[in-house]
Each structure stands twice: as structure tokens, then as C-alpha cells.
């Protein structure tokens, strides 16, 4: 079974403009939520999508959003880049939305100049 | 909010050597994960716990979970450089479920 995809790996965007990141979760699985992980804060909670439906979300500025498809592909969307959104995005995924076991996918690096 | 403590921040010992790594909270886990990143990677889930007391083992690395379930640690036997990586244990919140919350990680670096 393919593991969690992440488009693209790498990214370098400049202040005030917007980014969207894509994850394609393992199949079957249902559930997925992003992170971001940086050096000073580690791995913090951006959202969970699950059935089209966001179910939770972390304690991040609106500038931070995502959606799901109905075929469970989920995208992040940030918009008016700051220089501290420079981050590793991670996007996990589940089988259902109560699982414990959450898989990630490689990241996405993003930096902002 | 649950705040997960990992112990030590960061760990370098030589090949053949054996660690452990601690993962506490003053409040109870539902349940405890444990996984390994590598740089430029996501991290990959090693073993889950859920049970109070569980010892789970996956080769050389022998996963404890506290009786009182607010404690876990992972043993390293014989390390080896493929042990090399940042350690992390997470855990569902208690305040919504499905969301997890991840400790700072334990780095490990084994030399040969």
C-alpha cells in the first residue's frame, strides 16, 4: 500500500504571497491532519479533516486553512506569508477519525525570503 | 492542555551502547505513541501503547508504558547508527478527540 504523499517537497515563496501545499493520504484512510514543525516549537497541530469536514484545529491565525476532496486529498492553504511560517509541513492520516495510529508523510519544506 | 515532557533533549552515545529515552505528563495518556524522524523527513510511527503497565518490543527497542499511564520510555539495546534520529512520543488530547499533541523529542546520535 503507497504511503502518505506530500507535492511539493520543497518550496521557496517571498513575504505577502500564499502557498498551497498538497497530501494524498494512504488509501482508505479518511482522516488526515497537517503540522508544522520548526526547530523552536516542534510539532504543533494545524488541523484535521476528516470526511470533508474539519473536526479539530490548533491554535493557529486565520491566515492558515485547508480543505478535503471527496476522494480524502487534502490541501493547506497560507496565505500573506510571514518569515516565521518557514517550516517543515508535515500531513498525517488515519484510517478513521478515532484511530490512534496516525502515518505522515515527508513534509513539505517551506521557506520565505 | 496535557503537556508531554520528553528526557534528556538530546542523547550521543557510542555504537554497541544501550539509552533510554522518557516521555511524561502530569495527566493521563488515553493512549501513547512513539516515533522516529529523520532529517527532512516525517516521522515514523514506531509502536502504540494503550494499556497501563503494556511492554511492547520491536527488536532491540523494548517500549514501556506506567501503570498510572503518565510515563513511558523507550530502551535502545546494542545501539546502532541506523538508531540515529529524533524520538518522539505523542499522544490524543483529552479535550478533543482525534487531535494529538507531540513532546520536543529526544535527539539520539550514535556514533560508530
Redesign the interface.
Known amino acids: 500500500k503507497a504511503g502518505v504523499t506530500q507535492t511539493p517537497r520543497y518550496l521557496i515563496k517571498t513575504r505577502g504571497q500564499q502557498v498551497t501545499l498538497s497530501c494524498s493520504p494512504i488509501s482508505g484512510h479518511r482522516s488526515v491532519s497537517w503540522y508544522q514543525q520548526t526547530p523552536g516549537q516542534g510539532l504543533q497541530f494545524l488541523f484535521e479533516y476528516f470526511s470533508e469536514t474539519q473536526r479539530n484545529k490548533g491554535n493557529f491565525p486565520g491566515r492558515f486553512s485547508g480543505r478535503q476532496f471527496s476522494n480524502s486529498r487534502s490541501e493547506m492553504n497560507v496565505s500573506t506569508l510571514e518569515l516565521g511560517d518557514s517550516a517543515l509541513y508535515l500531513c498525517a492520516s488515519k484510517s478513521t477519525a478515532s484511530s490512534y495510529e496516525q502515518y505522515f508523510g515527508p513534509g513539505t519544506r517551506l521557506t520565505v525570503t | 492542555t496535557q503537556l508531554l515532557e520528553q528526557s534528556p533533549q538530546f542523547l550521543s552515545i557510542q555504537e554497541g551502547e544501550n539509552l533510554t529515552v522518557y516521555c511524561n505528563s502530569s495527566s493521563v495518556f488515553s493512549?501513547l505513541?512513539w516515533?522516529r524522524q529523520e532529517p527532512?523527513?516525517?516521522?515514523?510511527?514506531l509502536v502504540?501503547v494503550?494499556t497501563g503497565g503494556e511492554v511492547k518490543k520491536l527488536k532491540r527497542l523494548t517500549f514501556q508504558f506506567g501503570d498510572a499511564r503518565k510515563d513511558s520510555s523507550l530502551h535502545i539495546t546494542a545501539a546502532q547508527p541506523g538508531d540515529t534520529g529524533l524520538y518522539?512520543c505523542?499522544s490524543?488530547t483529552t479535550d478533543?478527540?482525534?487531535?494529538?499533541?507531540?513532546?520536543?523529542?529526544t535527539q539520539v546520535v550514535v556514533t560508530p
Open positions: 493512549s505513541q516515533y527532512g523527513e516525517g516521522p515514523v510511527l502504540t494503550v518522539l505523542a490524543m478533543s478527540w482525534g487531535k494529538f499533541q507531540f513532546g520536543a523529542g
